[in-house]
């Protein structure tokens, strides 16, 4: 009989995360990692981000796929989140308990998208009410009905808070959406493509993705980063934090990225979003005095190791300074990433093909 693999040379197979393996053809997005640049659709995220809106950038992103013109998915999408509150009784009977995330995907399941209204859409304009009004029944208020009038950013926040929200907090808001539109074949895409190529509903395919969303490795990093930020309270004691996080072999949030070998080029378009918010919140002055004082120590303590800020670090101090409660930060990321994810759907199944590769057998044999 054949010999069992000890699990720990397994997880040593250079294959077991798909790295470097090409799973599908798209006109999406490119993220080069080694120099630093992501392209949605033939522009860099610095030509997109703080420059068009969040319909903008989703019109520009379907133009291969489904195409559509940005002022009518404004109206389109406003449309969708005044049919998707009708679902609030499916929200409210949930527990209490229920996580905000599982409550969107709970209100999503039970989405019928209207005739001749592109699931796509009913998807995301149905998510960004599924957000505002699970976190409202989280948290014991009474929800709020859309403005069909509004854009995606600005209903969101109006939802939230029950204000009208500056323009602001808007523009910053819609700002990060763009930045999280599409970002290759990350997990949840790959997880979106894999469903939606067995011609099974795009619903399925994001509430799947929505899934592999929920798992720390993947979207669970800028909540930390304030509670980092948090820890350490004061610009004086950034450096001494994070010698010591250091030698306690402790992840510094915010720093590192599977893909870029250098500084994920998204963490400098909202930090310049951050500027342009306000110049003098002390935790965005934190926040400063914290990078620069993490990317020494990683460089001295690491210098074979590029390690730079990525997309989270500003996320978090973003979004914290519009006032999104951190909670909240992985299930706006999924309302975000959604028209990414339906895209993708769409590119698949317009191939016909299943995916579905092969595994390398490491078990025992029979006699």
């Known amino acids: 009989m054949t010999e069992v693999p000890n ?3 397994m997880k040593q197979d250079p294959t077991a995360g798909l790295d470097g393996v090409v799973a599908a053809t798209t006109q999406l997005s490119d993220v080069d990692g080694q120099n630093g640049v992501l392209v949605l659709r033939g522009r860099r995220i610095e030509d997109l981000a703080g420059r068009v809106s969040f319909e903008q950038a989703i019109a520009h992103l379907w133009q291969d796929v489904d195409p559509v013109d940005a002022q009518s998915l404004k109206t389109s999408l406003g449309e969708a989140r005044i049919a998707a509150f009708s679902l609030v009784p499916v929200l409210e009977s949930a527990p209490e308990s229920l996580p905000v995330l599982e409550r969107m995907q709970l209100g999503l399941a039970a989405l019928q998208p209207k005739p001749g209204v592109p ?9 960004s009410v599924f957000l505002a009004t699970s976190h409202r029944i989280s948290t014991g208020q009474r929800t709020l009905a859309p403005d069909s009038t509004l854009s995606t950013a600005a ?4 939802m939230l808070t029950g204000e009208t929200p500056a323009t602001a907090h808007t ?22 493509r894999v469903i939606g190529s067995t011609q099974a509903s795009m619903k399925q395919a994001v509430l799947g993705a929505m899934g592999a969303l929920s798992g720390p490795l993947h979207g669970g990093a800028p909540g930390p980063v304030l509670d980092m930020i948090d820890a350490i309270g004061e610009p004086g004691n950034a450096e001494s934090w994070i010698r010591q996080a250091l030698a306690r072999k402790e992840r510094l949030m915010g720093f590192g990225h599977r893909i870029y070998r250098t500084r994920d080029p998204r963490a400098d378009v909202l930090k310049d979003g951050l500027r342009q918010l306000s110049r003098d919140n002390p935790k965005v002055q934190l926040a400063e005095k914290i990078e620069a004082a993490a990317l ?3 460089k001295s303590a690491k210098p074979d190791r590029p390690l730079d800020t990525n997309v989270e670090f500003y996320t978090a101090v973003l979004l914290d300074a519009i006032g999104i409660d951190r909670t909240l930060f992985t299930p706006l990321f999924a309302t975000g990433r959604a028209a990414g994810w339906c895209a993708h759907v769409i590119e698949q199944q317009d191939t016909g093909k299943l995916i579905r590769p092969a595994s390398h057998y490491a078990g025992p044999m029979p006699d």
């Open 7 to 9: 699990p720990a040379q």
């Open 119 to 127: 699931e796509a859409v009913s998807i995301i304009g149905a998510l």
């Open 155 to 158: 209903d969101i926040l109006r």
């Open 171 to 192: 523009d910053a808001l819609d700002r990060y959406l763009v930045t999280i539109l599409d970002h290759g074949l990350n997990a949840s895409t790959f997880t979106a």
């Open 296 to 298: 020494a120590a990683l």
